[in-house]
């Protein structure tokens, strides 16, 4: 029988990739999510990828009576972990809103987790590895400590799991620790949709190119790196979400090697901000506003990922090039304004 796998923060960027990637692997998903941070778009171009209406629940993981109710409905075998708070700035700002919100949600999906024997993968992040010696990063490579609240509830989450995992016996758990998610999927139906001004490079330059925005400031053409804008590791979403499917199935059938284990997800290929730029125009044939600004504060010059470990173990790797990707980020946000 097919195994059923929860999604909470299913209706979000990485969540709703993540769902049609299972889905079409053969599990059963069930999405949870409060909408606090997107509306129906990507639901909705879900079950229009997948032909089919998926389960939803609306509902907020911090509420342990929900969490119970979620569980007794729908049994699942495995719980992926997106639905958090995500913005570094306001993260500072507020760390109050992002420590209860981030924390309280994966205590009670332990909580839970521990009652019913199951399965979690937490999607973490590189911000754990900070401003790193030397890149490419691998998983033994020391975190450092967070530079924001929200970089904090990684770290923080991560080693909840890592707890809960050594001390409750049938819990078993992954952390993905992604590098820079972008792109779409390649139906252009669902995708990124930032609220407000973007904080994120790739929506940045698309809504530029739209003409939503009037310039891109690149933050810093001074590092020490071969043209003086910062490196990093881009991941195409759909690769991403692949990675996902391979975890879960490495979960349920049997074959961790250690009862928590976490992999790198990226495609351990440094690209600099200007590169990123001139490759976007090249491949989609448009010329694209832009000007260098000073630095951003909190940015780490250099991070990319080794991910062996994710290639040999995971039987996973990333497929797909960066034009690839900067292609499909554009044909979705010309859809958006259609
Ligand atoms: N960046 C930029 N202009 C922007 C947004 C981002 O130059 O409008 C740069 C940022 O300084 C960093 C890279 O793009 O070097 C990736 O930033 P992003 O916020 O997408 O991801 P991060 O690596 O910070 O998680």
């Not at 599990?27 to 997948?50: E, K, M, P, Q, W």
């Not at 139906?189 to 310039?215: D, F, H, S």
């Not at 199935?249 to 090697?257: N, V």
């Amino acid at each position: 029988m097919a195994k059923t796998i929860l999604v909470s923060g299913g209706a979000g960027f990485i969540g709703s990739h993540v769902t049609v990637e299972l889905t079409q692997a053969g599990y059963n998903v069930v999405i949870a999510d409060n909408f606090s941070n997107c509306d129906r778009t990507n639901y909705n171009g879900v079950c229009t990828i997948l032909g089919k209406k998926l389960p939803l629940v609306e509902m907020d993981f911090c509420d342990m009576e929900a969490v119970r109710s979620l569980w007794k409905e729908y049994k699942p075998d495995a719980v992926i972990h997106f639905a958090a708070f995500k913005a570094v700035g306001e993260s500072v700002e507020d760390p109050l809103k992002y420590y209860r919100n981030n924390l309280e949600s994966f205590l009670n999906i332990l909580q839970i987790t521990r009652e019913k024997s199951c399965n979690v993968l937490f999607s973490s992040s590189a911000t754990v590895y900070g401003e790193p010696e030397k890149s490419p990063v691998t998983e033994q490579s020391p975190r450092q400590s967070a530079t924001s609240p929200y970089g904090n509830t990684k770290q923080m989450c991560e080693d909840f799991l890592r707890d809960c995992v050594k001390a409750y016996e049938g819990v078993r758990g992954i952390a993905l620790r992604y590098f820079n998610p972008i792109g779409a999927h390649p139906s252009a139906l669902i995708g990124e949709l930032p609220r407000g001004v973007p904080n994120n490079l790739v929506p940045y330059i698309t809504q530029t190119a739209i003409g939503k925005r009037e310039c891109l400031s690149i933050f810093g053409n001074d590092y020490p790196t071969e043209d003086g804008t910062c490196l990093r590791d881009y991941i195409d979403i759909v690769d991403l979400a692949r990675a996902h499917v391979c975890a879960v199935a490495r979960m349920l059938d049997g074959k961790m090697k250690e009862p928590y284990e976490i992999f790198n997800v990226g495609t351990g290929r440094p690209v600099s901000v200007l590169e990123l730029v001139k490759a976007f125009e090249k491949v989609n044939g448009l010329k694209l506003n832009y000007r260098f600004a000073p630095r951003r504060s909190g940015d780490v010059v250099a991070i990319w990922a080794d991910p062996a470990r994710a290639n040999e173990e995971l039987g996973w790797k990333a497929t797909r090039t960066v034009e690839q990707t900067l292609a499909a980020a554009w044909a979705w946000e010309k859809k958006l304004s259609e």
